[in-house]
């Protein structure tokens, strides 16, 4: 989950938005896809760097986190639209939990995300925050 | 190739929180229980299957196909963990119905098994979230009620569902839980308490939550032609299927469906070959309240959107149109992950057989049950049947 390694490899894709398209069929993928599910070997995979633009599909507010984020309790967690067409999860921030509407326009941030204690190292990547806010 | 699959003996532990069980006396408990039921030798059994979701993080223990096959007494035979989250109950199920079904296999036990208490609570919570996607849900703080109330929101909002429609959920199946001397929860809850607990994501408060549990489940199958020859009570497996989706819940086309188990459903009805309203009643996978309520609509016990007033009319209690979950449910019986799917099973043999007491349908011919891995990225159905 918040392994090192796992996120070294993932810091364009948590930091920039970087994901992937499908150039055979135009289906952008953000979280990123090796394979079009639509196309598979006869589609042709490559990067794509989504906007940031988004609107909020769902949301929660957490009220029990997991370990390494008690500390942002209570937040809220979205699944986000982008405007160009896929959606993820992330949490939404800079605002009040009553706040936060389905259809809610967001924009990315860069935020820190998770950190390991005291000593520990520092896992950074998007949130989003509202836009009309 | 074989033509019917039969269950001939069914098993339980007590589910809660058992300090003095482990992981390898529940499943053996569970496994003799189901064995006895049978009333055939050990030395018969030609294979075992065993779900369990994750003994490696709950108790340190992986391999455990060997060590249930061990411990259990089954020396030297084909033994397989199947893993698919809270799923592997019921996919273990599948695989040895399978193995029958190809004509390779006579008898098979398999059992369901989770010890999850010998860690901490957040511990196990971590754990468990172990089912949805690391990269992109764990890692920004997404908890399975989060993403379970992720769901509800989009239900309610899709739907007009209320908080009540779902709470009833919880409502009703730890009244059913109060039937069953095997639950975790044998005490009622008030709409009230349920509405009021403590909030756990947002729309989710703890009573719409299944609780961490320890249990196992087991049953033993036979081929038509051996089932007939020493059983006289055998229920019958008429269905078994199985659909994935994403493993992540925002990737899915929309979050206040389940359409890995709308497509499971269809295909068991088909194999089957009966509709919706011809079910008498059904287990299914209630981990949170509206899990409830997006499964009989997936199941066709109602219509798309109406699962929360469908509940609210009480067409789903005991003494309803479809009674679903006689056992408590995940709710109120308890939900030790790999055994979940196991347990709905044996609660559908019973039933089948008229031994469910209390909470007993009348004249239920034909049973489902409705296993879920993760948020939904597995579901697997199976229909069971007395004639
Ligand atoms: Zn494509």
């Given at each position: 989950m918040t392994?090192?390694?796992?996120?070294?490899?993932?810091?364009?894709?948590?930091?920039?938005?970087?994901?992937?398209?499908?150039?055979?069929?135009?289906?952008?993928?953000?979280?990123?896809?090796?394979?079009?599910?639509?196309?598979?070997?006869?589609?042709?995979?490559?990067?794509?760097?989504?906007?940031?633009?988004?609107?909020?599909?769902?949301?929660t507010v957490i009220h029990t986190p997991p370990e390494g984020f008690e500390f942002q309790k209570p937040y809220v967690l979205g699944?986000?639209?982008?405007?160009?067409?896929?959606?993820?999860l992330s949490q939404i921030v800079?605002?009040?939990p009553?706040?936060?509407?389905?259809?809610?326009?967001?924009?990315?941030?860069?935020?820190k995300v998770i950190a390991d204690?005291?000593?520990?190292?520092?896992?950074?990547?998007?949130k989003?925050?509202?836009?009309?806010? | 190739?074989?033509?019917?699959?039969?269950?001939?003996?069914?098993?339980?532990?007590?589910?809660?929180?058992?300090?003095?069980?482990?992981?390898?006396?529940?499943?053996?408990?569970?496994?003799?229980?189901?064995?006895?039921?049978?009333?055939?030798?050990?030395?018969?059994?030609?294979?075992?299957?065993?779900?369990?979701?994750?003994?490696?993080?709950?108790?340190?223990?992986?391999?455990?196909?060997?060590?249930?096959?061990?411990?259990?007494?089954?020396?030297?035979?084909?033994?397989?963990?199947?893993?698919?989250?809270?799923?592997?109950?019921?996919?273990?199920?599948?695989?040895?119905?399978?193995?029958?079904?190809?004509?390779?296999?006579?008898?098979?036990?398999?059992?369901?098994?989770?010890?999850?208490?010998?860690?901490a609570s957040n511990s196990a919570a971590v754990t468990l979230m172990?089912?949805g996607?690391?990269?992109?849900e764990a890692f920004k703080g997404a908890t399975f009620p989060g993403l379970?109330a992720l769901?509800?929101?989009?239900?309610?909002?899709?739907?007009?569902?209320?908080?009540?429609?779902?709470?009833?959920?919880?409502?009703?199946?730890?009244?059913?839980?109060?039937?069953?001397?095997?639950?975790?929860?044998?005490?009622?809850?008030?709409?009230?308490?349920?509405?009021?607990?403590t909030p756990v994501a947002d729309?989710l408060?703890l009573?719409?939550c299944?609780?961490?549990?320890?249990?196992?489940?087991?049953?033993?199958?036979?081929?038509?032609?051996?089932?007939?020859?020493?059983?006289?009570?055998?229920?019958?497996?008429?269905?078994?299927?199985?659909?994935?989706?994403?493993?992540?819940?925002?990737?899915?086309?929309?979050?206040?469906?389940?359409?890995?188990?709308?497509?499971?459903?269809?295909?068991?009805?088909?194999?089957?070959?009966?509709?919706?309203?011809?079910?008498?009643?059904?287990?299914?996978?209630?981990?949170?309240?509206?899990?409830?309520?997006?499964?009989?609509?997936?199941?066709?016990?109602?219509?798309?959107?109406?699962?929360?007033?469908?509940?609210?009319?009480?067409?789903?209690?005991?003494?309803?149109?479809?009674?679903?979950?006689?056992?408590?449910?995940?709710?109120?019986?308890?939900?030790?992950?790999?055994?979940?799917?196991?347990?709905?099973?044996?609660?559908?043999?019973?039933?089948?057989?008229?031994?469910?007491?209390?909470?007993?349908?009348?004249?239920?011919?034909?049973?489902?049950?409705?296993?879920?891995?993760?948020?939904?990225?597995?579901?697997?159905?199976?229909?069971?049947?007395?004639?």
């Amino acid at each position: 989950m918040t392994g090192i390694a796992t996120h070294w490899r993932l810091i364009p894709q948590r930091y920039n938005l970087v994901g992937t398209r499908c150039s055979n069929c135009g289906n952008k993928f953000f979280p990123p896809r090796d394979i079009c599910p639509d196309c598979r070997r006869a589609g042709n995979i490559e990067e794509f760097r989504f906007s940031g633009d988004g609107r909020v599909y769902s949301y929660t507010v957490i009220h029990t986190p997991p370990e390494g984020f008690e500390f942002q309790k209570p937040y809220v967690l979205g699944i986000i639209e982008l405007a160009e067409g896929p959606r993820l999860l992330s949490q939404i921030v800079d605002c009040k939990p009553g706040d936060v509407e389905i259809g809610s326009r967001v924009e990315k941030v860069f935020r820190k995300v998770i950190a390991d204690g005291r000593e520990g190292i520092i896992r950074y990547g998007y949130k989003f925050k509202l836009k009309d806010h | 190739m074989t033509s019917r699959v039969a269950v001939i003996g069914a098993g339980i532990t007590e589910f809660g929180e058992l300090w003095d069980e482990s992981f390898r006396s529940l499943i053996t408990e569970a496994g003799t229980e189901a064995i006895n039921d049978s009333g055939i030798e050990g030395e018969k059994i030609d294979a075992l299957y065993v779900g369990s979701m994750s003994p490696g993080l709950f108790s340190g223990q992986e391999h455990v196909s060997s060590l249930v096959a061990d411990h259990s007494g089954l020396k030297c035979i084909p033994a397989t963990r199947v893993e698919a989250a809270c799923s592997s109950g019921a996919l273990a199920l599948r695989e040895a119905y399978l193995s029958i079904k190809s004509g390779e296999m006579d008898y098979v036990v398999v059992g369901g098994v989770e010890k999850m208490t010998d860690i901490a609570s957040n511990s196990a919570a971590v754990t468990l979230m172990g089912a949805g996607d690391q990269e992109w849900e764990a890692f920004k703080g997404a908890t399975f009620p989060g993403l379970y109330a992720l769901m509800a929101r989009r239900h309610m909002y899709e739907y007009g569902t209320t908080l009540e429609q779902i709470s009833q959920v919880s409502v009703k199946n730890h009244d059913n839980a109060v039937l069953n001397p095997k639950a975790q929860f044998r005490f009622r809850v008030t709409l009230e308490d349920v509405m009021n607990s403590t909030p756990v994501a947002d729309p989710l408060r703890l009573l719409h939550c299944s609780p961490i549990t320890d249990g196992a489940a087991a049953v033993v199958l036979a081929s038509g032609e051996k089932a007939r020859k020493v059983c006289d009570n055998p229920v019958w497996i008429n269905a078994s299927s199985c659909s994935t989706d994403t493993i992540a819940l925002h990737d899915r086309e929309c979050v206040s469906r389940t359409d890995a188990a709308t497509r499971a459903a269809r295909e068991a009805y088909r194999r089957a070959g009966i509709k919706p309203q011809d079910v008498d009643f059904a287990e299914v996978h209630d981990c949170f309240a509206i899990a409830e309520i997006m499964a009989i609509e997936s199941l066709g016990f109602c219509q798309l959107g109406e699962g929360g007033r469908f509940t609210e009319k009480d067409e789903t209690s005991i003494n309803g149109s479809i009674p679903v979950n006689t056992s408590g449910g995940l709710k109120g019986k308890g939900h030790p992950v790999g055994a979940t799917g196991i347990a709905q099973v044996v609660e559908a043999v019973t039933q089948l057989r008229g031994e469910a007491g209390k909470r007993q349908v009348e004249n239920a011919k034909i049973g489902l049950t409705h296993n879920v891995g993760g948020s939904g990225g597995t579901c697997v159905v199976h229909i069971l049947s007395n004639e």
